[in-house]
């Protein structure tokens, strides 16, 4: 059974940085790529950033690059989002997922950036 638990979400001030893990089970880890997608209040859910095997990271979003960085350790089923000089717009619900089968999700966690 695919399970994908998200931490390391929270409040956060502007500019601040926070990291974000997904601990993943249930499927050969090191064999898929790792997906952060997010989705804010009102607003459609969007990929932010994808890992693949081998690990070549990629962020996706124009905006996002060169504050968001996503890395992988493969020896602890984990995939991480670091992300730097936070904004306000940078607020959503933060969800890991993997393409096994069919696109499978964490429950994601918050991320609240204000003052």
């Known amino acids: 059974q695919v399970q994908l638990v998200e931490s390391g979400g929270g409040l956060v001030q502007p500019a601040g940085p926070l990291r974000l893990s997904c601990v993943a089970s249930g499927f050969t880890f090191k064999n898929y790529a790792m997906y952060w997608y997010r989705q804010a209040p009102g607003q459609e859910r969007e990929l932010v950033s994808t890992i693949s095997n081998p690990d070549l990271p990629m962020i996706t979003k124009d905006s996002e690059k060169g504050r968001f960085s996503i890395s992988r350790d493969n020896a602890r089923n984990t995939v991480y989002l670091q992300m730097n000089s936070l904004q306000p717009e940078d607020t959503a619900v933060y969800y890991c997922?993997?393409?096994?089968?069919?696109?499978?999700w964490g429950q994601g966690t918050q991320v609240t950036v204000s003052s």
């Open positions: 997922s993997v393409l096994v089968g069919q696109r499978r």
